[in-house]
């Protein structure tokens, strides 16, 4: 079998790897499913802010950066408060308001203002009862229940090694 040399040669393996890669985004939905209110609300006379529970009762700030917290759920309202990367955030209700980009109209009322749902991971609290301190072998894996887990260099030590958020896994 002779070889194009036009042709640029890939291995087995990374052949493998961009064909997972392929099939594995076919089976991605097209468009992200985003938080609606029901169709009947859009038209509400004289309703502003239609408001519905939230998908949790707290959300985690899911942004490398701060966020601004608005006295009403559009971009244009005052700033009334700030908050910080994985910060935990009470959610009173679900609204909507005006879209800072397309396909996603949903603000987060809560105890301070209105924060767009883009920037929020909806989270619940569920702690196990059960603590883990006599890990035989080198680590094992767990499934974080809480908003933010602080895994540590000891079960009692005061330096944290990892942050880890709610439903992530990590191996020790």
């Known amino acids: 079998m002779t070889r194009n040399k036009d042709i640029p040669q890939i291995s087995r393996r990374d052949f493998l790897k961009n064909t997972s890669a392929a099939l594995a985004g076919l089976a991605l939905p097209i468009s992200s499913p985003v938080l609606s209110l029901p169709p009947d609300h859009d038209s509400a006379v004289g309703a502003t802010h239609v408001r519905r529970q939230p998908p949790a009762p707290m959300g985690r700030i899911a942004t490398w950066w701060r966020q601004a917290v608005h006295s009403e759920p559009t971009l244009d309202a ?95």
Do not use: M
């Open 78 to 172: 005052p700033q009334v408060a700030w908050k910080s990367r994985d910060e935990i955030i009470s959610l009173t209700n679900a609204v909507k308001g005006e879209a800072p980009w397309p396909r996603n109209p949903i603000w987060y009322h809560t105890d301070e203002g209105f924060i767009h749902s883009g920037y929020v991971q909806p989270v619940d609290c569920s702690p196990s009862t059960e603590i883990v301190t006599n890990v035989t072998e080198r680590g094992f894996w767990g499934q974080v229940c809480v908003p933010i887990a602080e895994a540590r260099w000891q079960p009692d030590g005061a330096r944290v090694r990892h942050r880890v958020p709610r439903g992530r896994c990590r191996a020790g």
